[in-house]
């Protein structure tokens, strides 16, 4: 339907400023964008796909120190140390 329709326009969107770009890291904010990530970034080796939580009100973890988690994931995944 529609959604498939506009998710692949944002694949495609997605995709095409992975390969101008060239970035070491994408990152999604949340577990679906990361999903997203990985379903377009597949191709690109070079790209390190993670996620950071994402900062929703109804998470309660998201509510506790959201600025430390997220620093922890970046460190996690070497954003801070190539």
């Known amino acids: ?6 998710e ?3 694949d495609s969107y997605l995709h095409d400023m992975l390969t101008l ?5 994408a ?4 577990k679906y964008a990361e999903s997203k ?6 191709e690109f080796e070079e790209i390190t796909v993670g996620s950071i939580l994402h900062p929703s009100p ?3 973890r998201a509510n506790r120190g ?3 988690i997220v620093r922890a994931q ?3 995944l070497g954003v801070f140390h190539p």
């Open 66 to 68: 959201w600025a430390g």
């Open 1 to 6: 339907g529609e959604r498939m329709a506009l």
């Open 27 to 30: 990152l999604g904010v949340g």
């Open 37 to 42: 990530l990985h379903a377009v970034a597949g």
């Open 58 to 60: 109804i998470n309660p």
């Open 21 to 25: 770009l060239k970035p070491t890291f």
């Open 8 to 10: 692949a326009i944002c």
């Open 74 to 76: 970046l460190d996690e």
